[in-house]
């Protein structure tokens, strides 16, 4: 079992960048990924990652955020540069047993409250 806590999230504008972070309460090394759910919409991958040669973004948002993790800290951060009202959603951290980041919602077991980032024009 894992505990999940996120924090950073916001209102900003369009432009803006924004660092979202993830504590992971685990003694035991996880995948951790982020998801976000927009009003109406499913829930989607965003990024995960189990080392720096084992990580995977969104094809919508690579190039403007990246996804880092300090095993020290069992922290996992997602840096958002160059937001866009189109980002707008509850950002979920997440948490799998297997190393892969996969981005199926299902494959995730582990789940954080979420935060909310709003970004307005």
């Known amino acids: 079992q894992v505990q999940l806590v996120e924090s950073g999230g916001g209102l900003v504008q369009a432009g803006d960048s924004l660092r979202l972070s993830c504590e992971a309460r685990?003694?035991?090394?996880?995948?951790m990924g982020w998801f976000r759910q927009a009003p109406g919409k499913e829930r989607e991958f965003v990024a995960g990652?189990?080392?720096?040669?084992?990580?995977r973004i969104a094809g919508s948002v690579k190039g403007r955020f990246t996804i880092s993790r300090d095993n020290a800290k069992n922290m996992v951060y997602l840096q958002m540069n160059s937001l866009k009202p189109e980002d707008t959603a509850v950002y979920y951290c997440a948490a799998r047993e297997n190393p892969i980041p996969v981005t199926q919602v299902a494959r995730w077991q582990y789940w954080g409250q979420g935060t909310q980032v709003t970004v307005s024009t």
């Open positions: 990652i189990w080392s720096e040669s084992s990580m």
């Open positions: 685990t003694a035991r090394s996880y995948a």
